[in-house]
C-alpha cells in the first residue's frame, strides 16, 4: 500500500552542518510531495512542496528535489542552526484527493 | 486570515471519562482532518470531515468519533477514555483542493 518512509531519528549535528533527511514512498501513481515541520509545542507547518518530476521545492534555505526514479525526496540544508531543531515529516498525497500519507517524522537536534 | 484554532490546549482527564475536542478551520476551508500524534506511533490518520460528512476514516476504535457543523467547525469526540489515548490531537483544514494548515493542537493527558 502506499507509504512514506523517513529516516529514523534523533539526528544529531553540530551549527553549520550539513544536513541530509531521507524520505522514500510507495504510491500508485505521481504525487504531491510535501515536507512539514513541527517545533517544539507547535503544530505542523508546511516547509517545502513539489508537485511534479525534478521539481524543487525550497524555503528557509532547507531543499528538496522530487525524484521519480528513485521515489524519493530528501530534505537538505547546508548550513543548520539551533532554530531548526524540530521533527520533520515527509508526507505526499494523490492530487485526486489531497488526503495526507506520511512519514513517521524526524526529530533533529542542533547543538550550538 | 486566522489560522486554524484548536481548543483546549491542554486537556487532562481520568480512565472511563469522555472528551471532546473543538477545531475551528481557516474560513472557506470546508475540510478538516484530525491526527493523533504520539511518540511511540507517530503521526497517525483518524478522519476526514467535508461539507458535514466523513469523508476518509483511519484505524481507530469506534470510541474514536467526529463530526463536523455547517460552519466547517468540527468535533471529535473520545469515550470510556484509556492511558494510550493520550497524544496530542492535531487538527488540519483545507480548501476544496489545496494544502492542509494545522492548528497547534490538544495535548490531552489521560491518568
Known amino acids: 500500500g502506499d507509504s512514506v518512509t523517513q529516516m529514523e531519528g534523533p539526528v544529531t549535528l553540530s551549527e553549520e552542518a550539513f544536513l541530509t533527511i531521507n524520505c522514500t514512498y510507495t504510491a500508485t501513481g505521481y504525487p504531491s510531495l510535501f515536507w512539514y515541520v513541527q517545533y517544539p509545542g507547535e503544530g505542523l507547518q508546511l516547509l517545502l512542496k513539489a508537485t511534479k518530476a525534478d521539481d524543487k521545492g525550497s524555503n528557509k534555505g532547507f531543499e528538496a528535489t522530487y525524484r521519480k526514479e528513485t521515489t524519493s525526496f530528501h530534505l537538505e540544508k547546508g548550513s543548520v542552526q539551533v532554530s531548526d531543531s524540530a521533527v520533520y515529516f515527509c508526507?505526499?498525497?494523490?492530487?485526486?484527493?489531497?488526503?495526507?500519507?506520511w512519514g513517521a517524522g524526524t526529530k533533529l537536534i542542533i547543538k550550538p | 486570515k486566522a489560522g486554524v484554532t484548536q481548543t483546549p490546549r491542554y486537556l487532562i482527564k481520568t480512565r472511563g471519562q469522555q472528551v471532546t475536542l473543538s477545531c475551528s478551520p481557516i474560513?472557506?476551508?470546508?475540510?478538516v482532518s484530525w491526527y493523533q500524534q504520539t511518540p511511540g506511533q507517530g503521526l497517525q490518520f483518524l478522519f476526514e470531515y467535508f461539507s458535514e460528512t466523513q469523508r476518509n476514516k483511519g484505524n481507530f476504535p469506534g470510541r474514536f468519533s467526529g463530526r463536523q457543523f455547517s460552519n466547517s467547525r468540527s468535533e471529535m469526540n473520545v469515550s470510556t477514555l484509556e492511558l494510550g489515548d493520550s497524544a496530542l490531537y492535531l487538527c488540519?483544514?483545507?480548501?476544496?483542493?489545496?494544502?492542509?494548515?494545522f492548528g497547534q493542537g490538544t495535548r490531552l493527558t489521560v491518568v
Open positions: 474560513s472557506g476551508h470546508r475540510s
Open positions: 508526507a505526499f498525497a494523490m492530487d485526486s484527493n489531497y488526503q495526507l500519507i
Open positions: 488540519a483544514s483545507r480548501p476544496l483542493v489545496g494544502l492542509a494548515f
